[in-house]
């Protein structure tokens, strides 16, 4: 294997002169620079890159430790963080946890062992202890997604109370009373905010009487069930609120067993799109958050606070993005005064 010497040999120049050609520091002539490169080409050099890590105690090197790889949304927050991290330098290690504590708790004990340079965290849990144990080791952290119980630690999501306020007033809007919300897991934040926002609706309009939510799993599987358990009571709602689009996508799943026609004979409605890239004919009314800006935002302030190297004592940060409405054909039109429950 080719070192740093055998380089400067072969390009008639000192081992400094490559090193700061590698690294791109000090001035060095473009003549010899070329030489330079010419010389790593032919000797297929590659530059130690923990001798270097060492010595800066950086490894050019970020996380990302998110709950669902299946999911569009967070596919596209990932492009996000990818190519942000990639344009400053930085490369990107890739942590599904699948909304387990557990699981999330062995990715971070494994990425501070890894020297990672900061972390950018979907919490499986509101309380997750993952945060102070990162705190400890003087990592950057960001959370994404979701909020936490922690107030030293920067946040980057979006409105998931305020849009579920409005995907529910929307439904109340189109004369539907009896909605059924079908949630995520109760102890993430998203799971809560998206309720509390559904039920401020319903209680803003005169409607806490048909208040109606279940807590679940963000899976088209927990969808699935849930809508089986909610149509199999006699008292049937007009429209159902999924909690996420996968939600929403077993909810669907579960009607069309049931031969009950969406829009036809009961709403369906998102919170979070399906993008249109994977669906010939999008269907689905849903409140869309912005992803891929979302995952931008989240990486700047990453590497801002490791940029940081601790220098100051930050002012951390809760950066809310706005979500937008998209009505599409699943939430149906106006109905009739004298609509009736599904039997």
């Given at each position: 294997m080719a070192t740093i010497h055998d380089v400067a040999k072969k390009a008639g120049v000192a081992p400094i002169t490559v090193s700061r050609v590698i690294n791109n520091s000090g001035y060095v002539s473009e003549k010899l620079r070329a030489k330079v490169n010419n010389a790593i080409n032919e000797l297929g050099y590659v530059p130690n890159v923990l001798a270097r890590s060492l010595k800066s105690k950086r490894t050019n090197t970020i996380a990302l430790v998110f709950t669902d790889i299946t999911n569009p949304f967070f596919n596209?927050?990932?492009?996000?963080?990818e190519d942000t991290a990639s344009e400053a330098g930085?490369?990107?290690?890739?942590?599904?946890?699948?909304?387990?504590?557990?699981q999330e708790d062995n990715y971070i004990q494994l990425l501070l062992q890894k020297q990672v340079d900061g972390i950018l965290l979907v919490p499986a849990d509101v309380n997750s202890e993952s945060i102070n144990?990162?705190?400890?080791?003087?990592?950057?952290?960001?959370?994404?997604?979701r909020n936490v119980a922690h107030d030293n630690v920067d946040i980057v999501r979006g409105d998931s109370e305020g849009g579920a306020y409005n995907l529910t007033k929307h439904l109340i809007d189109l004369g539907h009373k009896r909605i059924t919300l079908i949630g995520g897991p109760e102890k993430v934040s998203t799971s809560v905010d998206r309720v509390k926002g559904y039920q401020q609706a319903m209680?803003?309009?005169?409607?806490?009487?048909?208040?109606?939510?279940?807590?679940?799993?963000?899976?088209?599987?927990s969808g699935t069930d849930l809508t089986n358990q909610v149509f199999s009571q006699e008292i049937k709602p007009t429209a159902i609120f999924g909690g996420n689009n996968l939600i929403a996508v077993?909810?669907?799943t579960a009607l069309?067993?049931?031969?009950?026609?969406?829009?036809d004979d009961v709403a369906v409605v998102s919170f979070d799109d399906i993008p249109n890239n994977l669906v010939p004919n999008p269907f689905l009314t849903a409140i869309v958050q912005p992803p891929y800006e979302i995952g931008q935002k989240a990486t700047e302030l990453l590497l801002s606070r490791?940029?940081?190297?601790?220098?100051?004592?930050?002012?951390?940060?809760?950066?809310?993005?706005?979500?937008k409405l998209i009505v599409?054909?699943?939430?149906?039109?106006?109905?009739?005064?004298?609509?009736?429950?599904?039997s």
């Open positions: 596209i927050l990932a492009r996000g963080v930085y490369n990107v290690i890739f942590c599904n946890t699948d909304e387990s504590q557990d144990i990162i705190r400890k080791q003087n990592t950057p952290i960001v959370v994404i997604d209680l803003d309009h005169g409607l806490d009487a048909f208040i109606d939510y279940y807590y679940g799993q963000y899976s088209v599987q077993g909810a669907m069309q067993e049931l031969n009950i026609k969406v829009p490791i940029q940081d190297e601790g220098e100051s004592e930050p002012a951390y940060q809760e950066i809310v993005f706005p979500v599409r054909a699943s939430s149906g039109g106006i109905i009739a005064e004298n609509y009736t429950d599904i």
